[in-house]
């Protein structure tokens, strides 16, 4: 069972990144996934989160807006497309994916923003 992030990095206020996450080992398409993030010396809190289906999506105040959850199936993939970024935006992402009595976490990507 996995989930791996990728597409983290360096960008300049304004600039725009597109997360990954894939899965594999499981029933992917049963699970809502759900994409965190942690800054330093902060709690991790919650940012997005899609439906099993991806007709549903819901987003945190602090990202509405900018950032797009979405997710293929097919290919086991999540996303976070994060656009018009701000130096707040800087934190470890992690990918979530949970179902009632299970879930799984990736190992996280990091993304910062700054000038």
């Known amino acids: 069972v996995q989930l791996v992030e990728s597409g983290g990095g360096s960008v300049q206020p304004g600039g725009s990144l597109r997360l990954s996450c894939a899965a594999s080992g499981f029933a992917f398409d049963s699970y809502i996934v759900r994409w965190y993030r942690q800054a330093p010396g902060k709690e991790r809190e919650w940012v997005a989160v899609i439906n099993t289906g991806g007709s549903t999506t819901y987003y945190a105040e602090s990202v509405q807006g900018r950032f797009t959850i979405s997710r293929d199936n097919a290919k086991n993939m999540v996303y976070l497309e994060m656009n018009n970024l701000k130096p707040e935006d800087t934190a470890v992402y992690y990918c979530?994916?949970?179902?009632?009595?299970?879930?799984?976490w990736g190992q996280g990507t990091q993304v910062t923003v700054s000038s």
């Open positions: 979530n994916a949970w179902i009632t009595r299970d879930e799984y």
